[in-house]
């Protein structure tokens, strides 16, 4: 065993080679995951319990692999180990090797694409379930390469949070949005504009209170006009007392704050209990089977009834169909975004959506498919808009966003 440097160590551990393969990855894993437990058990220091979690990556020496390498797979797994949530085992795989060299080519070509003009904006409609009034929009990137390659944002953000262009990312995002919603407000149409931003962000003070309030006066937004959606907090327990802070700060300027991603993390309750925040946005996972799984109902429903008695607003992320529109509605969620209305649009077909006001809404309520334990129908014709026309669709047809 020996400490690496930092708050890495490496333990080598020698076998006979005796077992097939499948036989000693299973007997180091079992290994690993016992030190990882031993590790995890809490120190008396003055008299508070401490504990410390232990991210393990484990390599497998093979013929003609060098020390380097062999340090460089294990090394590989463990940060594989902590992008997956921490306090984990995760055995090397070749793949790993291949995703390195990926985000690398993808973070310099990154680099060049913000300068070159080759991200734009998309806005998605925020929608009041009761009415259809559109009431928000919320924003997100899109990359395509001057080869006509289109990166999804999955790929594009995961490469932007590890290197140094998260700020500059996320501050032309930013801008673009303060600007796009500007330049709506002169044309007669007022709709607030929300921001996904990582709490990390918030707190490495890329961002001063300040140069938001400037970015915010320069373009003449009234107060509520820019909405701040929270990322990440799962990851700073030990920094909610300095993201609280920052939050009232923004708040003080106009900004509101809505919590992203509320149910899919187990934090998500903490931070509600300390964080200030306007508006819950519902994980598209608990919106996914809300209709057909009476658990996840369950679970959604008791998430809506706390945000209801905080008196938060409620957005679901996600909602596809008709029948999900009628089920939230029911539940008590506010407002919905999602294909049921609308997929992401851009600029010139997001004018034209506004200008309409609204869409139709599904009429209801109605009775899950599980209730009663029958199968129960959703009955309602939905004309829905995309790209800012109109189109009939019956329930089982999905439809495709505008490219």
């Known amino acids: 065993a020996s400490r690496l440097g930092g708050d890495e160590f490496a333990a080598l551990i020698v076998g006979d080679g005796s077992r097939d393969r499948a036989a000693r990855e299973q007997h180091i894993f079992e290994l690993a995951d016992r030190l990882r437990l031993t590790l995890s058990q809490p120190y008396s220091i003055d008299g508070n319990d401490v504990r410390v979690a232990a991210s393990i990556g484990v390599a497998f020496a093979e013929p003609g692999l060098g020390a380097g390498d062999l340090l460089r797979n294990a090394d590989l797994a463990m940060y594989r180990a902590k992008a997956s949530g921490k306090g984990r085992v995760e055995l090397y795989q070749p793949q790993m090797q291949q995703d390195v060299v990926r985000k690398a080519e993808l973070a310099t070509r990154l680099r060049a694409a913000l300068h070159d ?24 990137a899109r990359w395509r390469s001057s080869q006509g390659v289109l990166f999804t944002p999955a790929e594009f953000l995961r490469v932007s949070e590890d290197s140094d262009k998260t700020a500059e990312l996320g501050r032309w995002m930013l801008e673009q949005a ?109 919106v996914e089977g809300v209709v057909e799984s009476p658990r996840l109902h369950t679970i959604t429903g008791g998430l809506l009834r706390i945000a209801g008695d905080l008196g938060l607003q409620t957005v679901a992320e996600g909602v596809d169909l008709p029948e999900q529109v009628i089920a939230l509605r029911t539940m008590g969620c506010t407002h919905g975004q999602g294909a049921a209305f609308s997929g992401p649009l851009d600029e010139y077909r997001l004018r034209r959506a506004l200008s309409l006001g609204h869409y139709p809404v599904p009429s209801g309520p109605a009775e899950p498919a599980f209730a009663g334990g029958g199968a129960g129908v959703y009955t309602s014709g939905v004309p829905a808009v995309y790209g800012g026309g109109s189109a009939l669709r019956s329930h089982n047809e999905t439809p495709v966003p505008p490219t």
């Open 117 to 140: 003009g080759e991200f734009m904006l998309l806005n998605q409609p925020v929608v009041e379930l009761d009415t259809g009034r559109i009431a928000s929009v919320a924003t997100a």
């Open 178 to 286: 303060v600007e796009q919603a500007a330049g709506r407000l002169n044309n007669g149409l007022n709709v607030p504009v929300s921001v996904r931003m990582g709490a990390r962000r918030l707190l490495d003070r890329s961002l001063p209170p300040g140069s938001l309030e400037t970015l915010l006066t320069r373009h003449g937004l009234p107060s509520g006009s820019l909405v701040i959606e929270l990322s990440d907090t799962d990851q700073l327990k030990g920094s909610l007392d300095d993201l609280e802070r920052r939050l009232k700060q923004l708040r003080r300027l106009g900004v509101r704050i809505a919590l992203d991603g509320f149910g899919s993390g187990h934090g998500a309750i903490t931070a509600l209990r300390r964080l200030p925040v306007d508006v819950l946005k519902l994980d598209r996972g608990l």
